[in-house]
Structures are given as structure tokens and as C-alpha cells.
């Protein structure tokens, strides 16, 4: 049996882990990624991956026995646009943004989603720090009111049956500069306590 929590507090769950390149990961790296962070079993990526073959997929989860479990089904599955991996996303944030945004064409989304406003709240204080992404004109402010993906996740659809909220933003990539790593982590510690003055 696999348990369901983690401390992510605990040194083991500290260790920053860097993203693999993209060519590392999927057969065709140009394609356009979808990022889920939280991946949990992988049930939403294993359903989304073969309804989507012309983008690239990847779960991140905090748990490695889930992670290692969802990988296996995908390579089972033979899905070769989809892939699973373990690290603490809280930690692995920063560098994994600016990676993700030197890779990201001007144009390409990225979509967050949470049900936890405390989780969410960091992560769209981090993007909007970085400079390298906006949100659509036309998209509602703080939260979009829709999914724009065609399958729920497991946790989505879970709480959407309770009648709880689930915030969800749109941001497209800019065409402005990756911000250096050092600043993105100033600005995940400040996203993370708001309280404290920004270092000089």
C-alpha cells in the first residue's frame, strides 16, 4: 500500500532535482508541453496523453512510489509523449520555470490549477514575477472560471462534486528575456512570505 502524505519538509524532500532536457524526455521535444504538477497516480495524463498525441506531457509528483507506478503504466501503455517524474515541486520551482520559459516559444501556454488557494497563490506570484508570461486579455481576474483542457483531473472533478472552488489561470509566454535563477528564487521566497522585505 502506498501512502497518501508526505512530509515535504524533510530533508530528502528539500533536494532541488533540475529538469531533464525536453530531448531527454519525449521523442519530439519542439512539441507544445503540458505540465501537471501534482500528477498523483496519473490517471488525467494517462487519459489526456493519447487524446493529445501533437503535445507532450509531463506529471510531476511528490510521492516516488506513484510517480514510479504511473511511469511504468506509460511505458506500458507506449506513450511516448507522456512521462512521469518525482521531486518536490515547491522546491524545484524556480529552475524548472526558467527552464520551461527559455523552452517556450512566444504563444505557448501555461495553465495552473489548483483547489488550494495557499498552493496556487505562489506559484501565479512566481510566474507573474519572472516577466516571461501575461495572461489573455479576455480571461477573468484572479481566476478563470473554466478548464480550458477536455478531461478533468481526478482531484478536479473531486471537488467540483463537493461544490469547492477550484482556481485556475491562463498565462501565454511573452517574448521578453528568462530572468536569471537568482532572481526567480528571491521571488519565490517572497511569494512564499509576503511578509518579509525583498533582499537587496
Known amino acids: ?3 497518501q502524505h508526505v512530509n515535504p519538509l524533510s530533508r530528502f524532500h528539500q533536494q532541488p532535482r533540475p529538469l531533464p532536457p525536453l530531448d531527454e524526455l519525449f521523442a519530439q521535444p519542439q512539441l507544445p ?15 489526456m496523453a493519447p487524446l493529445h498525441p501533437a503535445r507532450n506531457h509531463l506529471g510531476i509528483e511528490i510521492r516516488r512510489p506513484l510517480a514510479e507506478a504511473a511511469e511504468a503504466e506509460r511505458l506500458a501503455a507506449d ?3 507522456l512521462r512521469f517524474l518525482f521531486a518536490n515541486a515547491n522546491v524545484s520551482l ?4 526558467a527552464a520551461l520559459a527559455a523552452a517556450l516559444a ?7 490549477q489548483s483547489d488550494v488557494s495557499g498552493v496556487i497563490a ?27 483542457l ?7 472533478a473531486h471537488v467540483l462534486a463537493q461544490g ?23 521571488a519565490a521566497r517572497a511569494a512564499d512570505n509576503p511578509g518579509e522585505a525583498p533582499e537587496a
Open 1 to 3: 500500500m502506498v501512502r
Open 106 to 112: 512566444p504563444g505557448r501556454e501555461l495553465f495552473l
Open 94 to 97: 524556480p529552475a524548472w520555470l
Open 122 to 148: 505562489p506559484m501565479v506570484a512566481l510566474v507573474e514575477a519572472s516577466g516571461c508570461f501575461e495572461r489573455p486579455a479576455a480571461d477573468a481576474v484572479p481566476w478563470r472560471p473554466d478548464n480550458p
Open 79 to 81: 506513450l511516448p509523449n
Open 150 to 156: 477536455p478531461v478533468p483531473t481526478e482531484r478536479e
Open 33 to 47: 508541453l503540458h505540465l501537471d504538477i501534482g500528477a498523483a497516480r496519473g490517471r488525467f495524463l494517462l487519459a
Open 164 to 186: 469547492l472552488p477550484v482556481y485556475r489561470v491562463l498565462f501565454r509566454r511573452t517574448g521578453a528575456a528568462v530572468p536569471d535563477l537568482a532572481e526567480l528564487e528571491a
